[in-house]
């Protein structure tokens, strides 16, 4: 590009405008093509150096210095004028939540804000508000409407840190960010924007961390307790803790140091009579929700969310050394809302309330009730072929289409009247599906015809029968996703997932790999399916690869929160004429559809007395569209994965194929005459869940060990027993593992 413009600007008929206006043109060209290359380079070793602990005072909130900003509703927002922290006052249960405690005890560290920054060295820079901002002097003030404007000039020592980012030389470590705190409608924001994030040229801002102190109270109360979105929901009870620990559960996505994922980015806590409850509404496919607990009386814990504002990827080499990619910024704005909650309301129930409220104000969920129905429906995941062989070219057939017309003929025959009943591997490559865009029903299933009686039988029985496809990926075998349309990762190499599998003997692998699509094509595979199966009876789709698919595009450019509008995008027209089912159900890609599959029903960390599963997921979704959790047939214990659909009003999902495959395992667990009686046996009184589909869940309890209460919003009421004995509560008896409905 270089030498172009010097011979260009070398001829002497070119003026200033003409050189001007081709530079623009260049500049535009290679900005068309998309592609971001991440900055690679090799460090002898990682060497981490944390900021030194200033004066107490600069982490307390101090109530005497504390001056009034705004009024909204029932909250007030206060400003500390020596610690530039801020407050909130409920006014509602006259409760004080501070940013950073207004008591001496374990959180002599508190800031407002911490950044994680490194440089081309291997140097990790650990800084925040306190102690290298205010403590020197740096920070600053501004109002803004309905609230205030704080600029945290963060470096090592003070003279650095009165500097303009601007000022200071390449390879300085520090950060300047603004943080707008604001009150609007009764809720409280806290946002900063992208480009009020600075560092100086050749460091890296790894990751931001906002008000993670926030708290009210300095003792622990019998009840309190903090909200994570680990799975359905965890809660962590924090007068039973009995030893320090931390929990960080990544949003829409897994990582190797934790065993939790969350499909919303949402966190809470609950002190005394008054809770809050905060909801990522920007950034949140770059969010990572935290908690820290203490066996200390005097620390009630703490719950906040960092931000990864740039990819990194650091290699460890067999020498010991490491190569470090540094990736795109995400360019996207951080922002929290926080909702505050007392008296009743201070409740995880009450938390999902406003939750929802908040996710559909934000178009992220849909207003929409779950259609009524004349029966109560079930789920069915047929496996009708699976890949012998990587490429996904020689397939082995597990269930034909008149094999699986026989298995819905056997349930209905058995009394089962309604179900959703989705063709799961039956496209061109089975497991290893091929190219989405060149997909078609595997011909080892059989002829149109034998499809099209399928459907026909199932239409009339007012069922609903459902393909199975991957939209975002595909084999990485020769038929999969072409080299030029495969997404690139940070480190330029096409992207890949491995995903563990079931049939994984057949290929003898124990993980499938597969390929990730660009981000900017999943518009033309939305075109393709739709063009492709224009003429095929069908009740609609199940989109299978969201939840691995929707990752950062260096060939594109595209972040991984517009890869979540492309899907939104997507659903839009898969759903417009059909059903649509999507898996996982990360809330960043769930809406229009009517059906979400294998939503979690537990958590990823062990559950204790002190850290417990809630349906929270499952609150927020009730009425609003229909989920299952994973196949009841594979569990361990039938009967009670059973319960939990019931306690956490899951329609219930199982998994099956027709022929044996010679594995002994596979053919207990997934042939369907292995369970299809024990579907028959719940369906015959499964009918008075049905009137319960429609219904918002508004309260749920656990009355005495293994006995649940969820409470519908018609009044209804369900009790749970997972005990091996009847057990009687509120003068109702409850049969051994069994549910009672009381309507």
């Known amino acids: 590009m270089e030498v172009i413009l010097l011979k260009l600007i070398g001829k002497k008929t070119l003026g200033i405008v003409s050189v001007i206006l081709i530079l623009s043109v260049l500049i535009s060209l290679f900005s068309a093509c998309g592609t971001v290359r991440s900055n690679k380079y090799k460090v002898a070793s990682l060497k981490e150096k944390k900021a030194e602990i200033t004066d107490a005072k600069f982490h307390k909130y101090d109530k005497k210095s504390g001056i009034f900003v705004a009024k909204s509703g029932l909250i007030e927002l206060y400003f500390d004028k020596v610690t530039y922290s801020v407050a909130i006052k409920d006014t509602a249960a006259d409760r004080l939540w ?122 622990v109360k019998k009840d309190d307790f903090i909200f994570i979105p680990d799975g359905c929901g965890a809660l962590i009870k924090n007068s039973l803790v009995k030893e320090s620990a931390e929990y960080n559960v990544p949003v829409y996505r897994r990582n190797e140091t934790s065993p939790a994922s969350a499909v919303v980015a949402s966190f809470g806590m609950k002190q005394g009579d008054a809770a809050y409850m905060a909801l990522v509404e920007s950034g949140d496919a770059l969010c990572e929700i935290n908690a820290y607990t203490a066996s200390n009386p005097s620390f009630s814990g703490r719950a906040g969310a960092s931000f990864n504002v740039t990819e990194m990827k650091y290699q460890q080499g067999k020498n010991g050394k490491y190569t470090v990619y540094s990736g795109m910024r995400s360019g996207e704005e951080l922002r929290i809302c926080y909702r505050f909650l007392s008296g009743n309301n201070a409740s995880y129930a009450s938390f999902s309330t406003a939750c929802r409220e908040m996710l559909i104000r934000n178009s992220v969920i849909s207003v929409k009730s779950v259609p009524e129905t004349e029966y109560y429906p079930i ?36 009394g089962v009247n309604n179900a959703y009943i989705n063709l799961k591997n039956t496209l061109t490559g089975a497991n290893e599906q091929c190219d989405i865009k060149d997909a078609d029903f595997n011909k080892i299933l059989g002829k149109k015809d034998d499809y099209e009686a399928l459907f026909s039988y199932v239409n ?89 698919g929707l990752c950062i595009d260096y060939s594109t450019g595209m972040t991984a929160s517009k890869a979540s509008a492309a899907a939104v995008d997507a659903n839009s027209s898969l759903a417009t004429e059909r059903m649509l089912a999507v898996r996982n159900g990360n809330f960043n890609s769930i809406k229009s559809a ?37 196949p009841i047939n594979a569990a361990v214990d039938m009967k009670k994965a059973l319960l939990k659909c019931v306690e956490y009003g899951a329609v219930p999902s199982f998994e099956w194929f027709c022929r044996e495959t010679g594995n002994e395992l596979l053919d207990k667990t997934y042939r369907y005459d292995n369970s299809i009686n024990f579907v028959a046996d719940f369906y015959q009184s499964a009918s008075v869940l049905n009137s319960l589909r429609t219904l918002r869940i508004t309260d749920h309890s656990c009355l005495k060990q293994g006995v649940y209460l969820v409470e519908y919003s018609d009044g209804s009421m369900v009790y749970v027993n997972y005990n091996s004995t009847d057990v009687e509560v509120n003068d109702i008896l409850i049969g051994a593992e069994d549910y009672v409905v009381i309507s």
């Open 98 to 219: 501070c940013s950073l405690p207004s008591f001496a005890g374990e959180n002599e560290d508190a800031s407002v804000v911490s950044v994680k920054l490194s440089d081309r060295s291997g140097n990790i820079y650990y800084l925040n508000s306190q102690d290298n901002s205010v403590a020197f002097e740096s920070a600053a003030f501004d109002t803004l409407e309905g609230g205030i404007s704080v600029t945290y000039r963060m470096a090592l020592d003070a003279e650095t840190s009165k500097k303009k980012i601007s000022e200071l030389p390449k390879g300085t470590p520090a950060a300047e960010l603004t943080v707008d705190f604001s009150l609007v409608d009764g809720s409280f924001y806290v946002s900063v924007k992208d480009e009020k994030m600075l560092v100086p040229e050749g460091i890296n801002l790894e990751s931001v961390s906002v008000l993670d102190y926030m708290t009210s109270a300095e003792k």
């Open 379 to 414: 789920f069915v995941d047929i496996d009708c072929a699976v890949a012998t062989n990587r490429s996904g070219r020689k397939t082995q057939a597990l269930s034909t289409f008149e094999e699986t017309e026989d298995i819905v003929s056997q349930l209905k025959a058995k």
């Open 460 to 548: 009339i029985q007012k069922m609903k029968l459902l393909i199975d496809i991957g939209l975002v990926s595909s084999s990485a075998g020769s038929d999969g996703i072409s080299s030029s349309d495969a997404l690139r990762n940070i480190t330029g190499k096409k992207a890949a997932v491995t995903v563990a599998d079931a049939f994984s003997e057949f290929t003898r692998a124990k993980k499938n790999t597969y390929r990730i699509l660009k981000t900017d094509k999943i518009e033309n595979r939305v075109s393709k399916v739709l063009k492709n199966f224009q003429n095929t009876s069908l009740s609609g789709y199940c989109v299978n690869d969201y939840s691995t």
């Open 594 to 630: 009517s059906l979400i599959v294998d939503i979690p029903g537990e958590t990823g960390y062990e559950q204790s007395n002190s850290y417990v599963a809630i349906p929270f997921i499952q609150m927020i979704l009730h009425g609003t569209s229909d989920y299952t959790f994973g």
